[in-house]
């Protein structure tokens, strides 16, 4: 019996999808392209799907979606047929995946128009995902700092940032950090002299010499005290998991530790370093199958490091891990 059919014999537990279910909403960035978002966004779900969870997958990377291929599946609705009115509900691009507990939706790689939607047509897409009755829903976002990116991300609870021990990604994953934060500072700001300035530090190279969260808060607090107070307090509401994939060494483990640090020192931001992940051959070998590296090397290094994010991840004690594929 292969992992799948093992998997399909287990029973389903918990899977009733009533409103009172507890939503966790997770979403996958981090700025650089090619990093393994789409990767983890896959093997994540597997995991929760595995321990028994209702997850839904979506493809947010809109225009350059891939993630049906990973997981083998070739989706005859997605997303576009939303997007385009095609379809009148958001469930009608909603399929099931051959693993047990584990939907998919498919990005719209047939629709290049939509990689840049309007506000309000993104929002409302948004608002119809987080809808939906799952116990998980896992978004992977495309790469880059797009305010596409930056929205999803911060529609989630948890937003986990994927970065590799290259310099341009640690530098992109910094940037992202940075523009998240404070877009996210201007959608709650109520001073349009505030929302201003935000707009103004969003450039690196910007005049007022705002370089850092930080420095955005001391130059706040001097045109509006209860502005800077209310930044302060979402500087202190925002931590993102962080996730160090493709690791070979052990300085590259530690520096989830250090971008830990910089961001506290330099940013006011905590965030939270869940993991790290090896480079290793079987992921190359999973992607090639089209299959999700959990299902096809289930006792993989990278397999597991991944279970371990995720059980860091996890809030609830209750989730145990019975990792039944490797038994
Ligand atoms: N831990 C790893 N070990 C080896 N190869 C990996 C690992 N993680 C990812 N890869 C490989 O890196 C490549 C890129 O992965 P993936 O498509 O998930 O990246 P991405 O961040 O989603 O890219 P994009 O920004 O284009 O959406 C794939 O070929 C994948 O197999
Ligand atoms: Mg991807």
New binding site residues.
């Given amino acids: 019996m292969d992992n799948l059919e093992l998997f399909k014999t287990l029973p389903l537990p918990g899977i009733e999808t009533g409103s009172d279910v507890i939503k966790e909403i997770w979403a996958i960035g981090g700025g650089k392209g090619g990093t393994g978002?789409?990767f983890l966004s896959t093997n994540l779900g597997v995991t929760l799907a595995r321990a028994g969870k209702r997850v839904l997958l979506v493809d947010a990377?809109l225009g350059c979606a891939?993630l049906h291929t990973c997981l083998g599946v070739n989706p005859k609705v997605t997303l576009s047929d939303f997007v385009q009115g095609k379809v009148n509900k958001i469930e009608e691009v909603l399929v099931e995946t051959e693993i047990p507990n584990l939907a998919l939706i498919s990005g719209a790689y047939d629709y290049l128009e939509i990689s840049n939607p309007k506000y309000t047509q993104k929002m409302k897409f948004i608002r119809k995902i987080h809808d939906l009755n799952f116990e998980y829903i896992i978004l992977?976002l495309g790469a880059g700092t797009s305010f596409t990116n930056l929205d999803f991300f911060l529609s989630a609870n948890m937003g986990i940032l994927n970065v590799i021990p290259e310099p341009t990604s640690i530098e992109n994953t910094y940037r992202f950090i940075k523009s998240t934060f404070y877009r996210r500072f201007k959608k709650v700001a109520r001073d349009p002299e505030v929302k201003e300035v935000v707009t103004m530090a969003m450039d690196e190279k910007n005049r007022l010499g705002i370089r850092t969260p930080h420095d955005l808060i001391d130059y706040i607090d001097t045109i509006d005290e209860k502005a800077g107070q209310m930044l302060k307090e979402t500087i202190y509401a925002f931590s993102p998991k962080l996730i160090v994939n493709q690791v070979r060494s052990k300085d590259d483990i530690t520096l989830g530790f250090s971008m830990r640090s910089s961001c506290l020192k330099y940013f006011g931001i905590k965030v939270d370093y869940v993991g790290s992940i090896e480079y290793d051959d079987h992921v190359w070998r999973a992607t090639k199958k089209k299959r999700p590296l959990l299902l096809e090397y289930p006792s993989s290094a990278a397999s597991r490091s991944i279970e371990r994010a995720v059980k860091n991840m996890l809030a609830e004690e209750e989730l145990k891990f019975d990792l039944i594929l490797r038994a």
């Fill in positions: 978002k789409t990377d891939n992977d």
